[in-house]
């Protein structure tokens, strides 16, 4: 009994992840978990009693393995400028991931400060992370360093955003890639990177 209810659990985690790819937060309603698992409206609610209880399911589990992600690459660099590069790199492409911004953007709406608050806690470990490289580049203020430096990957995320806009308005865009290479330049090497 417990494995089939944390199947159904987890079907209506995958259901809402594609309802909020396909169709953004608006799409994320309990009627459409139930048809897209083939439960009843009030089965949905035996799972979870909001939408916002659903969406902080999906954080508490969907963050942490985007954190170990990219946690993950920055282990497999032998630097620390290549463990920052990683993380710069690596915050860039879980951005890009539709399901990653979905979750985002209704977290933001959905979710109480304690859920905020824990969300914040599994990203401080990627932070240290952060924080011991830049100590290893010898970096005078490593915790202000790794404020900036976050500032950075968000500045880059929200020219990736506009770049979608900005393509369908016909003007010229920059692509990801140089985004993503402006970033960890900037990151590295400050307004005088190459």
């Known amino acids: 009994m417990a494995e089939h209810r944390q199947l ?17 937060k608006e799409a994320l309603t309990f ?5 897209r698992t083939g439960l009843a409206r009030s089965s949905v609610y035996e799972y ?12 508490e589990v969907d963050f942490p393995l985007w954190a170990a992600e990219i946690e993950a690459g920055m282990g497999s660099c032998d630097t620390a400028a290549g463990r920052i590069e990683a993380y710069v790199r690596g915050q860039l492409v879980l951005a890009a991931d539709p399901r990653h911004r979905a979750v985002v953007a209704i977290s933001a709406l959905e979710l109480d400060e304690a859920a905020r608050e824990r969300i914040r806690a599994a990203h401080g470990r990627l932070a240290g992370l952060v924080v011991q ?10 915790r202000l360093a790794a404020a900036l430096l976050q500032g950075i990957v968000e500045a880059a995320v929200r020219s990736a955003e506009q770049l979608v806009e900005g393509g369908r308005a016909g003007r010229p865009a920059e692509s990801p890639e140089l985004i993503a290479d402006a970033a ?11």
């Open 133 to 142: 490289a830049l100590e290893e580049l010898g970096h005078g203020q490593p």
């Open 8 to 24: 159904q659990r987890a079907a209506l985690l995958d259901a809402a992840r594609t309802l909020l790819t396909e169709g953004g």
């Open 184 to 194: 960890v330049a900037m990151a590295l090497h400050g307004l005088g990177g190459a």
């Open 48 to 59: 979870f009693r909001s939408r916002a209880a659903v969406v902080e399911a999906l954080c």
């Open 31 to 35: 009627p459409a978990l139930a048809a």
